[in-house]
Each structure stands twice: as structure tokens, then as C-alpha cells.
């Protein structure tokens, strides 16, 4: 069907039961008789429409709309992607609830556009509907999609691979836990061996702040771990004695091997060469595998 606040398609729940003792039990669902069902209770509901066509102004009023009919408000899960969003919507649930008990108008634009399966409804159903919403404010679930996925899990437990008691944080939380473990490792770390790290990190460039080069590192490594599967870190250990960076440094540097390759292959061995003979002189010698 068309509607001025989107375009709605109806699917009838036939596993639905609403409240046997509440007054929405007992009217049949008239408004939505579009699929030919005669099913009493409601549908599920796709809305179609594009930003701006009034999505939000729709789900508050689904969300009444089944409140109404019985269903308890800590069973109705209402989800969107930022927090922002779940607070206005959450707001408006309210505001528009409100609305409905002290002003008669608003009574009658719920039941002519947003669903309600009555004929009428008085400023005591108003009241009652409010009330049973703010009894059930506490267990609400109008929530971002990211935290339910976390929810679930979550209630998974260990199969889920995630540890106890981990949550989700936003993006400044996650800034800010990234700077204080920036400053417990620069703090508890050798000063030569940081300044070392930090020229590394800035090719070799001077930097006038620390902590801005380490971000950018972290942030690029998290990503790269974030985007890789788990047998991508699965490296066999590097050479652990100068015999053995010494034979790789040779091979690499075998004219005879070398004379088949690409001119572009003959310079990163030459590179790659070259790096392992500053590792030995800066180190002092081969690298340590640490277990």
C-alpha cells in the first residue's frame, strides 16, 4: 500500500498472540485486511522509503502500536546504528506516548496513520498506554545494532571467542584507552630504545611529538590485524645467528641467481641486503626469537 510516510508492505504473523486479557485482543486487525488473511494481531512490517520520508515518525508508531495491542514493551527490540539515533528514538516513544494522553487530536492521527487497531481511544487508554512504558522503562531495548550482536555474543560465552566481561566503547573512549597505553609504554620504556622505535617509525625523519606517530603506527597495525585472517601471523621464526643472515645476505646478493631477475627483483634484494647488514651493526648481531 502507499502511505505519505513510506511505503509499507504488510506479512501476516500468524505466531502471534497478543495479550488475552487486554481490549487490543479482542479487535481484529481491520486496518491491515490488505493481505487477506483475517488474522487478528499485527503483521510484520517492511517500510520502504528514502531519508527525509519519515522512517522514525513510522517505527515510534509501530512500536506504540504493539504496545497497545499487548505486547509487553521489553519484548519489542527497535534498533539503529549510532546511539544518537536510539536516544531520539527512545525520546520520541515517550514524547509521542505523552502526546496521546493530552491531546485528542493526536489520539485520532494514531489511529488514522499509525496503526492502532482501534476505532477510538480516550484520554484513560491514553494514560494507561504511557503508563505500562514507563513501568517498563528500565528493560527497554531500543538499542544501536552493535550492541546487540555484542549481547549475543556475549550470551554465547566462551564458544563466542570473546572474553568476559568485554563491551563495547565509542570512538573517543577508544582514543582515549589508546593514548594511556601510548603513555604507559613510552614511560616504562628505555629511552634510547623509544628514540630508536620513534626514528624508525618516521623513516628516519625528526618528530616534534611523540605520541601522534605512535597512533598512527597502532592505528595502521589494528587495522592490518583487524583485516587479516588468523594464518597470516603464522611466519616461521626469522634467522637466529649471523651464519644464517649472512648465507640469506649472500644468496640475495648472487649475481649468478641474479642475472634471470627483473631489474625491479635485483633492486629490492639489493635493499632487503642492505637492511640485513644495518641489523647486524645496529643490533650487533643476528635476531632472538621470543616465545
Avoid at 37 to 51: N, T
Avoid at 74 to 85: D, K, N, P, S, Y
Wanted: aromatic residues 4%; glycine residues 8%; hydrophobic residues 40%.
Amino acid at each position: 500500500m502507499n502511505d505519505p510516510q513510506g511505503e509499507l508492505e504488510f506479512v501476516p504473523d500468524p505466531g502471534f498472540r497478543p495479550d488475552p486479557e487486554s481490549e487490543a485482543a479482542e479487535i481484529s486487525d481491520a486496518g491491515h485486511d490488505e493481505d487477506g488473511s483475517g488474522i487478528d494481531g499485527p503483521r510484520h512490517l517492511r517500510i520502504l522509503a528514502s531519508a527525509g520520508t519519515g522512517k522514525t515518525f513510522r517505527l515510534v508508531g509501530r512500536f506504540l502500536e504493539l504496545v497497545d495491542r499487548g505486547v509487553e514493551p521489553e519484548r519489542i527490540l527497535a534498533t539503529t546504528f549510532t546511539r544518537a539515533a536510539a536516544g531520539e528514538i527512545r525520546d520520541r516513544i515517550f514524547r509521542d506516548a505523552a502526546a496521546l494522553v493530552v491531546d485528542p487530536e493526536k489520539r485520532e492521527e494514531a489511529i488514522r496513520e499509525r496503526g492502532l487497531a482501534r476505532e477510538t481511544m480516550a484520554a484513560a487508554e491514553a494514560a494507561s498506554l504511557l503508563e505500562r512504558l514507563v513501568k517498563a522503562m528500565p528493560g527497554l531495548q531500543v538499542r544501536t545494532l552493535d550492541s546487540v550482536f555484542a549481547s549475543i555474543a556475549a550470551g554465547l560465552g566462551p564458544a563466542s571467542g570473546i572474553p568476559a566481561g568485554a563491551r563495547l566503547v565509542e570512538a573517543d573512549e577508544s582514543a582515549a584507552i589508546l593514548r594511556e597505553a601510548i603513555d604507559v609504554t613510552v614511560s616504562e620504556t628505555d629511552a634510547d630504545a623509544m628514540l630508536e622505535t620513534l626514528e624508525t617509525l618516521g623513516s628516519r625523519g625528526t618528530k616534534v611529538t611523540i605520541v601522534p606517530v605512535v597512533e598512527r603506527a597502532v592505528a595502521n597495525l589494528l587495522t592490518l590485524h583487524q583485516e587479516s585472517t588468523p594464518d597470516a601471523w603464522d611466519w616461521s621464526a626469522p634467522p637466529r645467528d649471523d651464519e644464517d643472515l649472512a648465507r640469506i645476505r649472500d644468496l640475495l646478493l648472487d649475481e649468478d641467481r641474479a642475472k634471470t631477475w627483473p631489474a625491479g627483483v635485483r633492486k629490492a634484494s639489493a635493499k632487503i641486503a642492505g637492511l640485513i647488514d644495518e641489523v647486524c651493526t645496529r643490533d650487533g648481531g643476528g635476531w632472538i626469537l621470543i616465545a
